[in-house]
């Protein structure tokens, strides 16, 4: 996410982009149809050479899918970090770090994934839509605010597509919303900024270019479409959210607001508990911060998770057929458009798309003020990769680089 969040995915793996680029159709698409880890010490072999010279050592690479995961821990510097795969059905999960181990396993904790909740607010979208009762071609003003529009005031024709493809127009965030947030920048930017002031920003916003020839990334937009959705269905976010995907997916322990860890009330059978929420640390690693409450920017980054339920969210991107969203989760593959130079950067509904010799790679990353996250599935491999950190980004990280790797790489 922008400002507290990482903002747009990167192109290569390698850090955040930014700025606004015109975008061209990619094809009919949704919008024409519907410390340290285990294994620290490397082994060393002897190269023999033809002179008398004292012979070289190399590391041997470890090999294997639990070495690739420990050496990938290894390359960031975070107090924990687990990092886990699916390939072809089979999982793998490596927990590390550089603070001692908690007394609730990493593994089992929840973590905030930031922006990468708005691939779960997408498929909302593709999920309503395929059951008739949305368009993509709806204008998002309609639902917000039914009657005629005042002269003075016309409507903004934004339309849910623009909106989750991040082409309405928009800034990252309302203009309104820096005064309040900059003197709790570091713990709680959005708690006190709730949807109806987000709403409100949106109905009186302009925007700059005509909705669909610019693509500028928009926690704002995101967040709209959420509130739209919601007005549309006259069904609370959270409530459609659960309702139409966390639910048919059995993903069980996925929250929505941070928990204490008294908070009273049942939970559903393997629900992750009451004071299982991950702690976040600023960039240094060692001051912790507060669970973040999102306020009116819940459909943009408010999705807390654990690895396990991560993996079951992607493995049904892998095999989509059977499950009760079947058709919603085939047309969030769907290229939708293209941006950049030459238009050579891909977008699905929801995902960041890459080609690569054995097929497309989707995924998308996203941040909060004390953690990290990157989600990402190759179908033609049958490989997702979840990874997730608690510390905040910070110049020339290399979380999201390391996990791109590991879904990149060639799978062995």
């Known amino acids: ?11 290569t793996g390698a850090g955040p982009e930014a700025g606004e680029e015109t975008v061209a159709g990619a094809g009919a698409g949704a919008g024409a149809g519907a410390g340290a880890g285990a294994g620290a010490g490397a082994e060393a072999r002897t190269t023999p050479t033809p002179t008398r010279k004292r012979p070289r050592t190399r590391p041997r690479p470890r090999t294997g899918t639990a070495a690739r995961l420990a050496d990938a821990a290894d390359a960031v510097d975070a107090p924990g970090i ?40 997408g498929l909302l979208l593709a999920q309503l839509v395929g059951t008739g009762r949305l368009s993509y071609d709806d204008v998002a003003a309609h639902h917000l605010s039914p009657g005629p529009a005042p002269d003075s005031a016309p409507r903004n024709p934004a339309t849910l597509r623009h909106l989750i493809t991040h082409t309405a127009g928009l800034p990252a965030l309302p203009a309104d919303f820096y005064p309040q947030a900059l003197r709790r920048w570091s713990t709680d930017p959005y708690g006190g900024y709730p949807a109806e002031r987000v709403v409100a920003a949106y109905l009186r916003h302009r925007p700059r270019h005509r909705p669909g020839t610019r693509w ?52 559903a059978p393997g629900a992750a508990g009451p004071g299982t929420d991950a702690t976040g640390h600023r960039p240094n690693g060692l001051t912790p911060v507060p669970g973040l409450v999102m306020g009116g920017f819940q459909p943009a980054g408010a999705v807390r998770a654990t690895p396990g339920d991560l993996l079951t969210y992607l493995e049904a991107h892998l095999h989509p057929a059977g499950t009760p969203l079947e058709s919603a989760l085939h047309t969030v593959r769907r290229p939708l458009l293209r941006r950049g130079a030459g238009h050579r950067h891909t977008h699905t509904l929801t995902w960041f798309q890459h080609p690569s010799p ?40 290399t979380f999201v680089a390391t996990a791109y790797a590991l879904l990149s790489e060639e799978p062995g």
Not at 82 to 87: D, E, P, Y
Not at 220 to 249: C, D, K, Q
Not at 372 to 389: E, H, L, N, S
Request: glycine share 10%; hydrophobic share 35%.
């Open 1 to 11: 996410m922008t400002g507290p969040d990482t903002g747009p995915q990167p192109e």
């Open 82 to 121: 687990v990092i886990a795969v699916s390939h072809r059905g089979r999982r793998t999960v490596h927990c590390g770090g550089s603070a001692p181990p908690p007394a609730v396993p990493l593994d089992q904790q929840r973590y905030e994934i930031g922006s990468a909740s708005k691939t779960f607010t």
């Open 216 to 267: 500028h990334y928009s926690n704002f937009g995101a967040s709209v479409l959420g509130h739209t959705l919601a007005a549309a269905t006259a069904t609370p976010w959270e409530e459609l959210i659960a309702r139409h995907v966390l639910a048919p997916l059995a993903l069980t322990g996925i929250r929505l607001h941070p928990e204490a860890p008294d908070a009273p009330g049942p939970r």
């Open 358 to 397: 054995q097929g497309p790679l989707y995924f998308h990353a996203g941040a909060t003020t004390g953690q990290q996250a990157f989600i990402g599935f190759r179908p033609a491999t049958g490989t997702a990769v979840a990874a997730v950190t608690t510390r905040r980004i910070r110049l020339r990280d």
